[in-house]
């Protein structure tokens, strides 16, 4: 057990309301267009996430939601940004294509610089299979991005990347299967039957002392969690990693995204973060 207290960094992060949010296609497992979404809750939900994230100290800018675009609430998909420098995105599904272009252009907008910006050749959907550690890129293939986006993203950002594959298509984005706890110490949670036999070896051996979530609640979307370095925002459902959290020195704060979990994300995919 952790005696010394953490110490939260703040953070910068991107998010866009869910004005337009419904599910009328399906492109994961989580998603059927014979459950009705509530609006009014799906943003009452969302403004939750986002104001709790202001009062712990953080930032949050916003993007314009585009009525064409159901899905542009899930922001951490549109882009990855690391030391000031963007990846955009390239969707793997026509439906949330017009995506990449509308992140591209808010960072234009909001004093990014163009030779900071980069439009990939290959399919990666932005924070959903790239997670950023103190030493590595840790990136996932499989269900969505394509692994020669990694190259490209190791070329663009000169940090190692690490390639691992996803298995289990209910966790089709890295982001459903893997959280960065402490991006400074490199610690890491995740589920291991969500990766294939020799990822789980490479994280075994990156991350000997990695919390190990249940499949209970890797089904609960608990690891589709943000975290500050010493707050851990994750879905309130996901019981079973409170008190290890606690036990690491962590503050597991529980949220109820239950709405936009229909679209299949939680407080991860709502959340792009902007790294200086």
């Known amino acids: 057990m952790r005696t010394t207290p953490r110490s939260p960094s703040p953070r910068r992060y991107l998010m866009c309301p869910p004005a337009h949010f419904t599910v009328t296609y399906s492109i994961n497992p989580w998603m059927d267009p014979t459950k009705p979404v509530d609006p009014p809750l799906a943003l009452a939900q969302w403004e939750d996430l986002r104001d709790r994230y202001r009062a712990l100290g953080h930032t949050v800018e916003v993007l314009e939601p585009d009525p064409a675009l159901p899905d542009m ?60 550690t103190a030493s590595w890129i840790l990136a996932g293939r499989g269900f969505r991005a394509s692994p020669l986006s990694h190259g490209e993203a190791q070329e663009f950002f000169g940090r190692p990347v690490i390639g691992l594959d996803l298995v289990d298509p209910r966790y089709y984005h890295l982001d459903t299967a893997l959280c960065v706890l402490d991006d400074a110490g490199s610690e890491i949670m995740y589920y291991p039957a969500a990766f294939s036999p020799g990822s789980r070896a ?65 407080v991860k995919c709502c959340t792009q973060e902007l790294r200086p």
Request: no cysteine.
């Open 73 to 132: 609430v899930f922001a951490a998909n549109g882009a990855t940004v690391v030391g000031g420098r963007v990846l955009g995105a390239r969707f793997a599904y026509p439906e949330r294509a017009a995506e990449a272009d509308a992140h591209l252009d808010w960072f234009r907008r909001n004093g990014w610089a163009e030779e900071d910006l980069w439009v990939p050749q290959h399919v990666n959907e932005g924070e959903g299979d790239f997670a950023v």
């Open 202 to 266: 490479v994280l075994a051996r990156l991350f000997p002392d990695a919390l190990i979530a249940t499949e209970e609640d890797a089904a609960a979307f608990g690891l589709n969690a943000v975290s500050d370095g010493r707050n851990v925002l994750l879905p309130q459902a996901a019981v079973g990693l409170f008190e290890p959290l606690r036990d690491r020195g962590f503050e597991p704060v529980g949220m109820d995204l239950s709405e936009l979990l229909k679209g299949g994300g939680s």
